[in-house]
């Protein structure tokens, strides 16, 4: 095999060099914040590993892909948690619930009772709540990290600039808008916040008829809330509107979250094609990876496995794009 070159070191690039280190290649990784960072959409991702609930709104490969991500994280970082997802809906926007019900499967219902158990801290906060028993979610900082060490340890360094190589990997999520002009970005803006009084074991996504928001626990009383999805490519600015939403779906959820202390607001654009699925495209010499929306930490795994077999294998990717250039 000759020399491989990835760009980007977000979830994307760190996933395809962990497998192609694990057949054999050791690829140069280049990335200009010499690792991960906020500078990379995966930096601010939830870290929900949520098949089921994603087929709520998307493609079927998804669901299906996806049902391997729990598996590959568990195996290359050991820091997935395996708590099952809640869904729940306040008593006004019930039947959103009902719709979330009939358009995804692996769920069952829970009463009152079933809940409170489940969740002690939601009792009486929800009538009814769908439970995704299968579904599981990760720390996504931890989770890069531990990749770029393992790499690190198995001699492939992050490196800020390119070397010549005959062929290139192309991980770099919105960047790559310079070439792949169908790219385009969807923001998403996500807010930290430490509150003690509170404990939830699993994600909850509080469904909402404009935005379904989730919470996700991080341990010693911090979660992590998102996120919008507004159609824009700016990656900087959280609009007070959206801020609004967030702390009040946290609220709606447990008025505890009024006393919270707020640690971190960030927002980045993800990247997407046109129907929301991923491409794994091939332009000459150069493999793109992009478009993984906002199932970054989803899909990334098959992903990268994909490019490595048709690296080794030349087995085609079942998500591989026509060669348009």
């Known amino acids: 095999m000759t020399e491989v070159t990835i760009l980007g070191a977000g979830v994307a690039g760190l996933c395809v060099a962990t497998e192609l280190v694990a057949r054999g290649i050791v690829p140069h990784l280049v990335d200009p914040g010499a690792g991960p960072g906020p500078e990379a959409c995966s930096w601010w991702a939830g870290g929900m590993l949520a098949p089921f609930c994603e087929g709520e709104s998307a493609e079927e490969p998804v669901v299906r892909l996806g049902q391997q991500a729990a598996d590959w994280w568990a195996r290359h970082t050991g820091l997935v948690q395996r708590q099952g997802t809640l869904v729940l809906a306040p008593e006004r926007d019930r039947a959103e619930l009902a719709r979330f019900e009939r358009r995804t499967t692996g769920h069952r219902m829970l009463e009152g009772d079933e809940l409170a158990r489940l969740e002690p801290d939601l009792a009486g906060r929800a009538r009814r709540a ?184 030349n087995i085609i990717p079942e998500v591989m794009d026509e060669d348009r250039g």
């Open 130 to 313: 769908l439970f995704f028993p299968d579904e599981a979610h990760l720390a996504p900082r931890a989770a890069l990290a531990a990749l770029a060490t393992q790499l690190q340890a198995r001699g492939v360094t992050i490196i800020p600039d390119a070397p010549p190589a005959p062929r290139i990997i192309d991980c770099r999520g919105l960047a790559a808008r310079d070439v792949l002009a169908d790219l385009r970005g969807v923001k998403g803006e996500m807010v930290v916040l430490r509150c003690p009084d509170i404990t939830l074991a699993r994600p909850v996504r509080l469904l909402h008829p404009r935005h379904p928001l989730y919470i996700v626990p991080r341990g010693d009383g911090v979660f992590m809330l998102g996120a919008t999805q507004i159609e824009a490519g700016e990656r900087r600015r959280v609009t007070a509107r959206s801020l609004l939403e967030l702390l009040s779906a946290a609220y709606a959820l447990h008025p505890a979250f009024a006393e919270a202390e707020v640690l971190e607001i960030g927002v980045d654009a993800r990247p997407a094609f046109a129907d929301n699925l991923p491409r794994i495209r091939r332009r000459g010499a150069v493999i793109h990876v992009n478009g993984l929306f906002r199932h970054g930490f989803l899909l990334a795994p098959s992903l990268a496995g994909m490019v490595a077999d048709y690296l080794t294998q």
